[in-house]
């Protein structure tokens, strides 16, 4: 039976595309010398690869999926650009934090990808306990078709967890049945999806909102995980026994098939793409920020944030 | 017939390769000779007995179809175009029955077709597999959804649900189809009302290609009712709850169809007729091509294929 999660659907996360990064760093380095600029943004990036407050299970796989991606994809990523206070930001009482983490692809290096985005949210609830969201997505640019990546952890309670682990789709389905055939059935995906819903704990958790669920594709992996009281400690062991390992499988797939993969994209299909790509960026950021953001960390963050967002990326 | 996926309960069935001769598409080759009193007649016909169902099943399928004949009736559609032997028809032994009905849109409607089914298939192990089904295809002239019903009774304790309007456009790619079609219509609250039943669960279908061709509200569940009340209860749910369901559903759709539509232009049109074309073929491809020759031997599979076919002009 479907559960909703009280807070509005997932964290989805902000989806830009860093294109104008470099002047962006420029402008705010004016009044800073580059290794103080290197220092803040070092530090922005330890602080977001700490994944503090989590169980040791989701930190270590969170960790794990970055580190996979950003080896793997190497020079093909460039250096995250987000100015500190974007990168780490808190509300006013201290009772929430966050961290946001892009780097964008090399474009000059004929990289696939457009950016990968890592993010932890944590927010003290009023009833007491807190909230932890986690996700890293990566989303290539129009040089390829193939799908994107998003994982996103939501966990309310120390009883209940909700998970998304897909490959998105960038084009649509019903009319390529052999995209369908390639990115999803060739793959499997469909068999880890079934190995985690065996799980007695493994619920299906479909997302409040429409658009999401037009999203992701027929093999996503949308669960919520829901242990007993009387079992401590079960949600982190599903965690590390089930989820981690199934992660990095999927993980692996998306890199070797889609970030490292060759496909051939005409003209007319790649305008489609663009187009396509936008739209998604768009609407998650709607569907996504919009409603978290000001409530989370107060309107004046949120704008912050938002502002900084948009002036940096192009949407 | 079934759409586009296969019950758990159903025989497990290898593809097979049907070479359909292809009739170019008009109006239905077959004629169309029909008077008043011949319409009344397929009212009373095998079709609408819908034997081997519960009350409440049955009474889920004459509304429906009531429905479909008084609103969009003589306005839209022709009359039945299927050949009596292909109305009804069974195999050798009357162990595999069924009945198609179907009425095609008339040139000025937007409605390409209304489809109505049953099969009934005796298992080997004892017990039947009882299918009905309720389509409604939409012309290329408007984005307007298909509407899909499907019940299927794999057992008195256990069914599968399908109910849908199956989008024409990439939802992605158009959320203000999603919002015009699925949002604005409050569609999600009928799916969540049949969720918080106990004995409902989402029901995957092993297609890949079915996943994504139903719509973001689409329920497609299981109804098992495990202990001893269980058939009573199975009733109960169809009654108080798929029963009015499905007829708000059917009644949203033929507003839509009936009402106000988006002009749709050329290129949009070639697009919607390429996918709408995939679906339809895939529907046949997964669901009927293999399945009909073993239920029914390859004569009779053949003359109702041919039927189909022509209809989704595939």
């Known amino acids: 039976m479907a559960v909703r999660l009280t807070l509005p659907v997932i964290f989805f996360s ?59 994809l190497g020079s093909q990523l460039l250096p995250c650009s987000l100015p500190p206070d974007v990168q780490y930001y808190q509300n006013q009482t201290g009772s929430a934090h966050a961290s946001l983490h892009t780097r964008s692809g090399n474009k000059p290096s004929h990289s696939q990808i457009d950016f990968i985005l890592g993010s932890w ?55 390529c049945p052999d995209y369908l055939h390639t990115f999803y059935e060739e793959t499997q995906l469909d068999t880890r999806k079934q190995i985690l819903e065996k799980i007695p704990e493994v619920k299906p958790y479909i997302s409040s909102s429409l658009y999401i669920r037009s999203l992701v594709s027929p093999t996503a992996i ?12 079960r949600v982190e062991e599903v965690i590390k026994d089930h989820v981690d390992p199934i992660a990095k499988e999927v993980l692996g797939i998306w890199l070797d098939q889609c970030a490292c993969g060759k496909r051939e994209v005409g003209e007319a299909e790649r305008a489609i793409l ?42 | 017939m079934s759409c586009t996926f296969l019950p758990p309960c159903a025989c497990p069935l290898a593809p097979a390769n049907l070479p359909a001769p292809k009739i170019p598409r008009t109006r239905p080759s077959f004629p169309c000779r029909l008077s008043m009193e011949k319409q009344q007649l397929i009212r ?44 009804h028809y069974q195999n050798e032994n009357g162990t595999s029955q069924g009945t198609l009905h179907i009425r095609c849109g008339i040139d000025s409607s937007p409605i390409d077709f209304v489809l109505a089914s049953w099969l009934h298939l005796e298992q080997p192990t004892g017990g039947a597999l009882d299918i009905t089904n309720i389509a409604g295809y939409l012309k290329s002239s408007t984005d307007v959804p298909h509407f899909q019903f499907e019940l299927v009774k794999c057992s008195p304790t256990f069914l599968i649900l399908f109910l849908d309007l199956i989008p024409r456009k990439d939802t992605v790619f158009s959320p203000d189809y999603l919002k015009t079609y699925y949002e604005d219509t409050q569609l999600e609250k009928f799916r969540q009302r049949l969720d918080q039943l106990p004995e409902v669960q989402p029901y995957f279908s092993s297609s890949l290609y079915f996943r994504r061709v139903v719509s973001p509200t689409g329920i ?18 169809i009654r108080e709850h798929v029963r009015p369901i499905s007829n708000d559903i059917m009644r949203i759709w033929i507003d839509m169809c009936v009402g106000e539509g988006v002009e749709v232009g050329e290129t949009e049109r070639a697009v919607l007729e ?23 031997g390859q004569e009779v599979a053949d003359r109702v294929l041919r039927v189909i076919k022509s209809v989704y002009n595939v």
Not at chain 1, 125 to 143: K, V
Request: aromatic share 6%.
């Open chain 1, 14 to 72: 902000s989806h830009f595309s860093p294109s104008s990064s470099r002047s962006r760093s420029k402008t705010f380095s004016s009044s800073a010398s580059s290794s103080q600029m290197e220092l803040n943004n070092e530090f922005g990036v330890t602080k977001f690869k700490e994944f503090p407050y989590l169980s040791a299970p989701h930190r270590n796989l969170m960790v794990d999926l970055v580190s996979t991606v950003e080896n793997r």
């Open chain 1, 121 to 175: 949210i944590h927010c003290e609830l009023p009833t007491g306990g807190a909230l932890n969201i986690t996700s890293l997505s990566a989303f290539l640019n129009p040089l390829t078709d193939a799908p994107n990546f998003l994982i996103e952890l939501i966990q309310s309670s120390p009883t209940s967890l909700i998970l998304i682990l897909d490959l998105p789709p960038r084009k649509d389905l019903v009319l």
């Open chain 1, 222 to 233: 949308m669960v919520r995980i829901e242990t007993e009281a009387s079992q401590p400690g």
């Open chain 1, 274 to 315: 663009e187009k396509r790509d936008g739209l998604i960026k768009i609407k998650t950021i709607e569907v996504d920020l919009g409603s978290n953001f000001p409530r989370l960390f107060g309107p004046e963050v949120a704008d912050r944030i938002l502002g900084a967002m948009r002036d940096v990326f192009t949407v």
């Open chain 2, 44 to 87: 009373g016909s095998k079709l609408m007995e819908f034997p081997y169902l519960t009350d409440p099943h049955r009474d889920t399928m004459v509304d429906l179809i009531s429905a479909m004949e008084n609103r969009l009736g003589s306005h839209h559609l022709l009359p039945s175009s299927v050949p009596p032997d292909v109305e």
């Open chain 2, 220 to 237: 497609v569940v299981s109804i098992k009712c495990e202990d001893g009340a269980g058939p009573e209860r199975v009733e109960e749910i």
């Open chain 2, 274 to 296: 390429k996918r709408d074309s995939l679906i339809k073929s895939k529907a046949i491809e997964m669901d009927l091509s293999s399945s009909m020759p073993k239920q029914f």
